[in-house]
């Protein structure tokens, strides 16, 4: 059974930095593809980045780019997102997912494997 855990999130202040962790288990971790999303209150899920199975590739949105950075670490089944100077619009919950292959495309649909979310807010 696939399991995605995503740890890491909480209320933070404009500008700060923080960094989301998600541990994988069940799965051949180094595989796949995968990414993150997030989901904004009343707004649909959308693409933040990915991450090719070798780590050396990686997608940003570009709502994001430039202050986001995702990596991932084998030997520990993990993939991380950095997440610097957090605005209030970086409010969401952020989830984790495995793409069914090896490219980290930006679709919904392109994921089987999803984590239950972790709240970031970002808020004076």
């Known amino acids: 059974q696939v399991q995605l855990v995503e740890s890491g999130g909480g209320l933070v202040q404009p500008g700060d930095s923080l960094k989301l962790s998600c541990g994988v288990s069940?799965?051949?971790?180094?595989?796949?593809?995968m990414a993150w999303f997030r989901q904004a209150p009343g707004k649909v899920r959308e693409f933040v980045a990915g991450i090719n199975p070798g780590g050396t590739n990686t997608y940003y949105a570009g709502s994001v780019e430039g202050r986001v950075s995702i990596s991932r670490d084998s030997a520990a089944n993990t993939v991380y997102l950095r997440l610097n100077s957090l605005k209030p619009e970086d409010t969401a919950v952020y989830y984790c997912?495995?793409?069914?292959?090896?490219?980290?495309?930006?679709?919904?649909?392109?994921?089987?494997?999803w984590g239950q979310g972790i709240q970031v807010t970002v808020s004076s």
């Open positions: 997912a495995r793409n069914r292959g090896v490219l980290p495309t930006n679709r919904l649909t392109d994921y089987d494997y």
């Open positions: 069940g799965s051949t971790f180094s595989n796949y593809a």
